[in-house]
């Protein structure tokens, strides 16, 4: 999964860096609290988390994706002045197409770009 947070330079220039950072260490526990102890979360840099789930379905998958929204409002709820948002592109290793570990980010990567650009659309429709 590879995962954005949403509006971070608003929050950024409207509440100062250090709510940024606040920011940015909620998002990181609501990431932390919605994964299993072995799946793997890293923050790449700027507002970009990356998490390698281990054997998950997507039954599983749309769990995961639940309980984070949940977990995000959870954070949200306590810090009334924004909401804090993800968007999030989601690819499956499939063993029998193995493929790289930087392959399969970067498919996770374009799925959360055109999520994202979908998204745009949507808003700028409803303008």
């Known amino acids: 999964m590879f995962c954005d947070v949403d509006n971070l330079k608003t929050i950024n220039d409207t509440y100062g860096h250090q709510e940024g950072d606040l920011a940015l260490i909620r998002t990181a526990d609501a990431l932390e609290q919605s994964f299993r102890g072995s799946d793997i979360l890293s923050r790449l840099g700027g507002d970009e988390f990356v998490v390698l789930a281990l054997e998950t379905s997507n039954q599983t998958q749309e769990v995961i994706l639940h309980r984070l929204l949940k977990n995000l409002k959870k954070s949200s709820a306590a810090e009334a002045r924004y909401e804090l948002s993800l968007c999030v592109g989601v690819a ?6 193995a493929i790289t570990l930087e392959e399969l980010m970067v498919q996770a990567d374009k799925t959360m770009y055109e999520k994202k650009r979908s998204q745009q659309k949507s808003c700028e429709a409803n303008q």
């Open 92 to 97: 499956r290793f499939d063993p029998k197409h």
